[in-house]
């Protein structure tokens, strides 16, 4: 369960810490457009970086400024297949100030970083914030089933396991009960929220209060805050 609440969170900051890094690259880059010179250049070479199980190729482009200056540079960004060749022209854009630090003028050399980092950041905030919101949600609607709800003694059925989810290969616990309703004389079960320790010595032979919404007996909160906390 302290896993749990560690990810959250963690994917959660690293989502947003991501989302933050590809807004500011976004920016630069469109900053950058707006003082950049055009020239033409030629791809002289092709870089290759090599990985653990791939290898991509980053051209090197030769260009002259507008003082006459031949600048080469290495883009930053590399493809697998390439996605130049050799002797191949290019539309380059350059600082003045700083011609050595010229990019490829070509969508995924110019906003391929803020658009990777973005989207890496909008699936961790996704993650993280998605297990925030449900286990927020829940605890809301156990609180007002506590406040609002009908509370009903049942009776004791079960410790079982929760083989529908797990967490580092271990599987919780859950307590099931039962009640049957007396105007209508139909039983009804109900399960608790995940468990992660054996709570069968805690419960075995006592009733456990239930609080219902007594307009859908379906919606319902297993009252469990009797039972001993987890040490951490």
Do not use: C
Not at 37 to 50: F, H, K, M, P, Q
Not at 81 to 91: D, F, L, N
């Amino acid at each position: 369960m302290r896993a749990i609440a560690i990810v959250k969170y963690v994917f959660t900051v690293i989502g947003i810490a991501m989302l933050v890094g590809a807004f500011f690259l976004y920016r630069n880059t469109s900053v950058f457009l707006e003082e950049a010179i055009s020239a033409n250049g030629t791809v002289v070479d092709l870089v290759e970086s090599r990985s653990s199980d791939s290898t991509t190729y980053r051209p090197k482009v030769r260009f002259t400024t507008q003082n006459g200056k031949e600048v080469e540079f290495t883009s930053s960004t590399g493809s697998s297949p390439p996605s130049y060749s050799r002797g191949e022209t290019v539309v380059v854009r350059y600082r003045a100030s700083e011609p050595e630090r010229a990019r490829i003028d070509g969508f995924f050399s110019l906003w391929g970083g803020a658009i990777i980092l973005g989207g890496m950041g909008g699936v961790f905030f996704l993650i993280g914030g998605g297990i925030l919101l449900a286990t927020s949600r829940a605890g809301r609607k156990d609180e007002d089933l506590k406040e609002h709800g009908t509370p009903v003694q049942t009776k004791f059925q079960s410790v079982e396991l929760n083989e529908a989810y797990s967490v580092n290969g271990r599987h919780p616990f859950r307590v099931t009960t039962q009640w049957q309703n007396p105007s209508t004389s139909k039983v009804h079960v109900f399960q608790s929220r995940n468990l992660w320790f054996d709570p069968s010595e805690f419960v075995k032979d006592r009733p456990i209060t239930v609080y219902i919404d007594s307009g859908n007996p379906k919606k319902y909160y297993v009252d469990l805050s009797f039972l001993p906390q987890l040490a951490e």
